[in-house]
């Protein structure tokens, strides 16, 4: 799985003119699955994201993770995070995780959080035309990938 994260001092997604979902101080994660990728890489990624220290303290150096600050999370599922661009001019999509079962961990990664942040928790409609606005903080971004994950914690193939 694949999330960028942007730090933000607040952000909201709409779909057909309509508010999905609105946070204030959080991060706003835009959120991917890989053909590969299981619940397992899903409860990784949502522990690596709630718990990265990218909040700054009182000193101003990123001490803070989102649990930290009882910040809020807003997810919404962008596939294009798998965009494959190294050849031609069109992005080829083949390593992300096709639609029905990229729901599925997406919806499964929602449980996940809404179980930690609970009322913290917003999100957009999975393949949905979205709007997304933010105010980025800082700006501070960062990416998560799955590939990263340490071998040990990787269920067996």
Request: with cysteine; proline share 3%.
């Amino acid at each position: 799985m694949r999330a960028f994260l942007q730090r933000v001092s607040e952000a909201s997604v709409h779909v057909q003119g309509q508010c999905a979902g609105r946070i204030g101080r959080g991060i706003l994660m835009l959120l991917a699955a890989g053909s590969s990728d299981t619940e397992t890489e899903c409860e990784w990624l949502l522990g690596r994201a709630v718990k990265l220290r990218i909040f700054e303290d009182d000193a101003g150096r990123m001490n803070h993770s989102l649990l930290d600050i009882q910040g809020s999370l807003l997810v919404v599922s962008q596939f294009t995070l798998y965009a494959d661009v190294t050849r031609g001019n069109r992005p080829g999509f083949s390593q992300a995780l096709h639609p029905e079962q990229a729901e599925r961990l997406y919806n499964f990664f929602l449980v996940g959080a809404k179980a930690i942040l609970g009322d913290r928790l917003q999100s957009g409609i999975f393949g949905a035309n979205m709007q997304v606005s933010l105010v980025n903080d800082g700006p501070a971004s960062f990416l998560l990938d799955s590939a990263a994950m340490p071998e040990r914690l990787k269920r067996p193939g």
